[in-house]
């Protein structure tokens, strides 16, 4: 196995992945420094987001054209130029537009990378590969917190930005020097039409999913942009049925064990983002933790994923996808659903064991579940399977974070009437509190009508801070029950079907080219 050249994979993608999470820490900072509304400052995510979502479906096609070892130097070239010139930003503006250069850089990364994987990695050691390549893919999401904090706290938050220069620069000359070219299709023209309909449609379907929330869900401005993206993205299936060289070969979804792959990794990437999403919301709003501490927090199911991948992959060489991905996804399912039953007063070390196992599961399934369907496509169509893959991705995890965003304040909502119900404010035990927390203010300097108003306000912030917590516990059952449909989807990818579906593929393919 060309392990060199897998190493400089890794080492790009850890990069690109890492820098989407690493920087979430740092916004109150560029608030401060920047003196920026929050609506401003939340483009520097959403920026990224958007243009690395648009540049994502055509990866495949630049591949082909280009060469995939050409376009990965491209890429991580231009992540490390768009993260010198964050670096070097001076106001919001600014930052959100060299975001924007290093998103186009690092939205390529990943399935570039990924595609050259199954170009250079024979089939029967694909699984190992991936399960190396997808530490990355895994860890950097978790590690990226922690590192972040770390960085801003200790030194800079220009240290963010500027700590990928020399890892660029190292993972550039490394590519020259060790990767090689991919055969090039230079006779397949530019579907320039495919690559219009594709940016518009998940432009505006990352767009309103970023800023639903926000907006509101029923806002003219959210349906707009929903609408838009849904009848783009028809025109731009429609169109890709049509053209003789598709941008994506929209066929492809005619693949059962490939259309079971993506279904089965877009919820498996909703797992992954409820932990990653919904913990660090717990540990700071509700137990008072640092960023800091919360990254710590994570630190450990983050190693243990990691540690899981090359294990999985070397597994599903052997086994294929099937035991792997059932009892992977199995485990996930049971520990976030027990997740509900976490409290204001959860120990610490507790949470960090219920997330370690529960990412022995998702390191267990994450991979095979994705590699299955991609082992049934021939080996000239991996570049644009690779694109609709991380296109799938990237939309599914973006779904999955507004969904559980949009099921957490309602719930909230609910919990806070409930409990309001049940909190008189002329029942003997809420006077009795009320009592207590009042003297317990006036021993503490207060005068009496401040000490009441103080008293009133600390019940009803118990009282909000119960129902945020019970809101939580009712995302983390709805988020299991997300995950558990992965399940029967499993029953899909045996290593008998992958087998079969992949001859059927190669002879379907043939007989086109013939």
């Known amino acids: 196995m060309p392990w060199v050249a897998l190493l400089i994979l890794v080492i790009g993608a850890f990069m690109a992945i890492l820098d989407t999470s690493i920087v979430n820490v740092a916004l109150p900072r560029f608030m401060t420094l920047f003196g920026s509304e929050p609506d401003k400052i939340q483009w520097i995510l959403t920026g990224y987001m958007l243009a690395s979502g648009v540049v994502v479906p055509i990866t495949g096609y630049l591949g082909d054209r280009f060469g995939t070892k050409r ?192 279904a089965a990794t877009c919820i498996s990437t909703i797992g992954l983002f409820s932990a990653v999403f919904l913990i660090p919301i717990y540990a700071q709003n509700l137990l008072g933790y640092t960023p800091m501490e919360t990254g710590l927090l994570m630190m450990p199911m983050a190693l243990v994923t990691g540690l899981m991948m090359p294990i999985s992959g070397k597994l599903f060489d052997k086994f294929g996808a099937f035991w792997l991905g059932f009892i992977g996804m199995f485990i996930v399912v049971v520990i976030t659903y027990h997740l509900h039953t976490l409290s204001l007063d959860t120990d610490y070390r507790h949470l960090q064991l219920l997330l370690s196992i529960r990412a022995v599961g998702l390191g267990l399934a994450s991979m095979p579940l994705t590699t299955a369907g991609m082992n049934t496509i021939p080996v000239f169509m991996v570049g644009r399977a690779s694109a609709l893959n991380n296109t799938v991705r990237q939309i599914s995890g973006s779904m999955g974070i507004a969904y559980l965003t949009y099921v957490m304040l309602q719930r909230q909502a609910y919990h806070t009437s409930v409990l309001s119900e049940n909190v008189s404010i002329t029942s003997p035990m809420t006077q009795h509190s009320l009592g207590q927390i009042e003297g317990m203010l006036m021993a503490g300097g207060l005068p009496a009508a401040a000490a009441d108003q103080g008293s009133l306000s600390v019940v009803m912030g118990m009282l909000n801070r119960q129902a945020y917590m019970n809101a939580l516990a009712d995302t983390f059952v709805v988020s299991a029950i997300i995950i558990a449909v992965v399940l029967p989807i499993v029953f899909l990818l045996s290593k008998k079907r992958v087998e079969q579906e992949r001859k059927k593929q190669e002879a379907y393919y043939a007989q086109r080219k013939g």
Not at 168 to 183: M, N, Q, R
Not at 224 to 245: I, K, R
Request: glycine share 8%.
């Open 71 to 262: 376009m990965y130097i491209w890429s991580v070239a231009a992540f490390t130029l768009g993260s010198l010139l964050c670096g070097l930003a001076w106001n919001t503006e600014s930052l959100t537009v060299f975001r924007v250069v290093q998103a186009i850089g690092g939205g390529m990364i990943i399935p570039v990378s990924m595609a050259m994987i199954y170009r250079i990695i024979p089939r029967q050691k694909i699984g190992m590969a991936l399960g190396v390549w997808g530490v990355a893919a895994i860890m950097a999401p978790a590690v990226g917190p922690t590192l972040g904090g770390y960085l801003v706290d200790n030194f800079s938050w220009h240290w963010i930005f500027t700590i990928n220069i020399p890892i660029g620069i190292v993972a550039i000359i490394l590519s020259i020097s060790y990767l090689e070219e991919t055969p090039l299709q230079k006779n397949i023209k530019p579907d320039l039409l495919g690559v219009f309909l594709s940016s518009a449609g998940c432009f505006a379907l990352l767009l309103a999913l970023s800023e639903g929330q926000d907006k509101g869900w029923d806002s003219q401005y959210i349906v707009s942009l929903l609408v838009l993206s849904g009848f783009t993205l028809l025109l731009f299936v429609l169109w890709e049925l049509y053209v003789p060289n598709p941008l994506i070969d929209v066929r492809l979804l005619l693949n059962p064990v490939f259309s079971a792959s993506l």
